[in-house]
């Protein structure tokens, strides 16, 4: 029995996959805010590092959750979900677990077992072992990891600091707008975006 | 009399000719049931002083609280000023309701399609029964003797032409003579002579009940001597209903509801035993039972009730909701989470200093909210999610504890964490309608929100340049302007704006807060929230 062309691109597709590279999986859709800083979407099955904005965590379950996918959010007790909903998050396919104390691997590898994104605090040390095996279900199931903090050898590290506010002075007013530069690097390569969010106050 | 005549003119209206207007009711009353359904739900001691309370006022008291003066309509405060040992429950419809429901079943088993007319009154045609078993008094008599031996409750029973006569008949009887017979023909004679009070009930108009008194109508039979089209264009909707029951026109029918069968799937323990996953093992096949029964009624159920009962008396009762219907894993699941529950409470209770541990001697499980499969066509409302999704999620409740897993939804609400609902996977979110997200909540913050909100607002200092504490008196003047923030450590302020005051709940006392804006020199923005002299971190934008 002979292999058709399309098994075969297939199999070679899974392997480039398990090599870490990305040809031919769908990436995962952006908010539009956002596409700037990711002008191809996000990468399926990698982890991401981002440090500095929860606000930006949110704006990226976004995409993948107006797609229809269900998003996980892991040890963010604090999480505003007015403003994920804010963002267009749909909150009937987010699930939070907000602590997950010791368990942190195995919810995460849990979520990724069904979400398409899962933003997680940082956890505490973790054997190399254990990130390996992770960053293997990841790939393997095609979820995306955003970590807030560090994390070794993402394969972005997106910096997100806040440059100002509008519409507060000294004694009156009230927050209107927010702007944010986030430098991104990628393999290497380091591009700098500046953001307005809203975009209309 | 003329003015009968003229009634039955009058109320002969749009009604077929030769019938009498209102149909022969054989009327079932339980006395005193609100009391006697909490009592034996909650296992309380008839002779306990006991009052059900809504919004404030008495609905019901227990024999032994009435002795002390307490009557339905007085203030809470008065009634236990009367009677200061008393207990006061808030009033339970719904429990009253399951309660009555092994009774109308008890009804069902003597003479089909029973109406229930509130929890503790219901009634049944008694023209098919009176038929079988000779007649109206023969039935009244042959239900008394069944509900007896069935109902541990207080009954009587009445037969009279109408729903509204046969209650007012039922509550001219007294525990020596259980049962009011009114020949036909005879309930519009004896409606005549009640009080105008008798319609309080039924009309919820006191207004127009005290302009009647005040013109000198005092009993049912002078309302009804009035023509109908006066009193209707005088009192409306109300009027007319009250004219027709003075004359015994009442509604002409019944709406038999069906009972649903008993499906409650009970599992004792002799002896008690505190095993839990004893305990849900044992309970699963009566749980399989209750889901194959459930199934063959083609019905679906997203709500239950799991009560408890403990050797030392207790009872553990919660209802568990579900966003879609219940497999029997997930009831068993709901069972355990609620054992779990029960043991973490009895560590707790320990004043003796011994260890406690109760004894679990028996399990129920009831359908709460069942409703017809044939309204669950999948895709529509209801629908389970992907069974993979379902499997993973909940599996991983087993791994982090019932409330490890959460989902959330946006609510109305002042503070920023109240406008967050979060529950456990599983169980289901509030409705839109609940959440009165579309109501003005004044002093709701504007702008963009936040995407930090603190679970428990963190304590921070807000100091002026010579580091003082600012304050911010009733009027809301701020003593001077914040320039420091202090959470994890200074931080200078660079723009702030405030005091916004907060308006919770005054009237309970709650604290009035004020809310603050500020930006600080890191780039951050806050929320704060101040009583005066505290300053506490609401939310962080970040």
Redesign the interface.
């Known amino acids: 029995m002979t292999q058709t062309a399309g098994d075969v691109v297939s199999a070679l597709q899974e392997q480039l996959q398990q090599r870490g590279t990305t040809t031919g999986a769908p990436a995962l859709p952006v908010h539009p805010r956002l596409a700037p800083a990711f002008p191809s979407g996000l990468r399926p099955g990698v982890v991401y590092s981002l440090l500095?904005?929860?606000?930006i965590?949110?704006a990226l379950l976004a995409g993948p959750s107006q797609r229809g996918a269900?998003c996980g959010v892991v040890g963010l007790?604090?999480?505003?979900?007015?403003?994920?909903?804010?963002w267009g998050v749909d909150?009937?396919r987010?699930?939070?677990?907000?602590?997950?104390t010791e368990?942190w691997v195995?919810?995460v590898a849990?979520?990724a077992?069904?979400a398409g994104l899962v933003v997680a605090s940082a956890p505490g040390r973790l054997s190399p072992g254990e990130v390996q095996r992770l960053t293997a279900r990841l790939r393997t199931r095609r979820t995306s990891l955003v970590v807030i903090g560090n994390w070794p050898r993402a394969a972005a590290t997106v910096h997100a600091?806040?440059?100002?506010?509008d519409?507060?002075?000294?004694?009156?007013?009230?927050?209107?707008?927010?702007h944010v530069r986030l430098d991104i690097t990628e393999r290497h390569q380091r591009r700098s975006v500046c953001l307005t969010?809203?975009e209309q106050? | 009399m003329s003015g009968e005549e003229d009634a039955a003119k009058a109320g002969g209206e749009g009604r077929a000719p030769g019938r009498s207007g209102a149909l022969r009711v054989l009327l079932v009353w339980c006395p005193d049931w609100s009391i006697g359904a909490v009592q034996r739900a909650q296992g309380f001691d008839p002779d306990e002083q006991l009052a059900l309370v809504d919004r404030g006022i008495v609905v019901a008291c227990s024999a032994t609280a009435r002795e002390e003066g307490v009557e339905p309509g007085l203030r809470v405060r008065q009634a236990q000023h009367r009677c200061p040992d008393m207990t006061v429950l808030p009033h339970d419809p719904a429990l009253e309701l399951h309660e009555f429901e092994p009774v109308m079943r008890a009804i069902e088993d003597k003479i089909p399609g029973v109406h229930l007319v509130r929890p503790g009154l219901a009634a049944v045609r008694s023209k098919g029964a009176s038929r079988f078993y000779g007649s109206d008094r023969a039935a009244a008599q042959t239900l008394l003797t069944h509900l007896r031996s069935y109902v541990d409750h207080d009954v009587r029973v009445a037969v009279a032409d109408g729903l509204f006569a046969a209650e007012q008949a039922a509550y001219t009887t007294s525990i020596e003579s259980p049962v009011a017979h009114l020949a036909p023909r005879e309930s519009a004679t004896f409606l005549a002579h009640l009080p105008i009070s008798a319609l309080e009930h039924e009309i919820s108009s006191p207004r127009m009940l005290n302009v009647l008194r005040r013109m000198g109508i005092r009993t049912l039979g002078d309302l009804a001597t009035l023509p109908r089209p006066d009193v209707h264009s005088r009192f409306g909707a109300a009027g007319l209903r009250a004219h027709q029951l003075a004359q015994g026109a009442d509604a002409p029918a019944l709406d038999p509801r069906r009972v649903p069968r008993d499906l409650t799937a009970a599992t004792t323990f002799e002896p008690g035993t505190d095993q839990v996953e004893h305990i849900v093992a044992t309970c699963s096949p009566s749980v399989d039972d209750l889901m194959a029964s459930l199934t063959s009624d083609a019905l679906l159920c997203n709500g239950i009730r799991v009560v408890i009962h403990t050797d030392d008396g207790r009872v553990s009762r919660r209802v568990w909701r579900h966003p879609w219907h219940f497999t029997a894993a997930e009831v068993l699941d709901r069972v355990r989470w609620q054992l779990d529950d029960l043991s973490a409470d009895s560590e707790c209770d320990d004043l003796t200093g011994e260890f406690l541990t109760r004894m679990i001697t028996s399990v129920h499980v009831e359908p709460e909210s069942v409703d017809s499969a044939a309204h669950h066509a999948p895709g529509l409302w209801g629908d389970r999610p992907?069974e993979?999704?379902v499997q993973?999620?909940t599996?991983?409740q087993h791994?982090?504890g019932h409330e490890?897993?959460?989902?959330?939804?946006?609510s109305g609400g002042r503070l920023?964490d109240e406008?967050?609902?979060?529950r456990p996977?599983g169980d289901a979110l509030p409705v839109p309608r609940e959440r009165r997200l579309e109501q003005p909540w004044p002093g709701t913050v504007?702008?963009?929100?936040?995407?930090?909100?603190?679970?428990e607002a963190r304590p921070v200092q807000v100091l002026t340049d010579d580091r003082a504490g600012v304050v911010v008196d009733d009027r809301g003047e701020?003593s001077a302007?914040p320039t420091v923030l202090a959470s994890d450590g200074p931080q200078r302020i660079t723009?702030?704006?405030g005091p916004w005051p907060v308006q919770q709940r005054w009237w309970r006392g709650g604290a009035a807060y004020h809310r603050f804006?500020?930006?600080d020199a890191g780039?951050?923005?806050w929320l704060l929230l101040t009583d005066g002299r505290r300053w506490w971190a609401e939310?962080r934008?970040?």
């Open positions: 500095g904005s929860v606000s965590a949110l269900w007790p604090d999480l505003g979900v007015e403003a994920a909903a804010a909150l009937d987010l699930v939070l677990v907000p602590a997950p368990q195995s919810t849990a979520l077992e069904v600091t806040t440059v100002g506010w519409g507060l002075a000294q004694g009156h007013g009230a927050l209107t707008r927010q969010i809203p106050p | 992907d993979h999704v993973t999620l599996g991983l791994q982090l490890g897993v959460l989902v959330s939804a946006v920023l406008r967050r609902v979060l996977w504007p702008g963009p929100p936040p995407a930090t909100v603190f679970a701020v302007a723009a702030w704006a804006q500020v930006v780039g951050r923005a939310a934008y970040d």
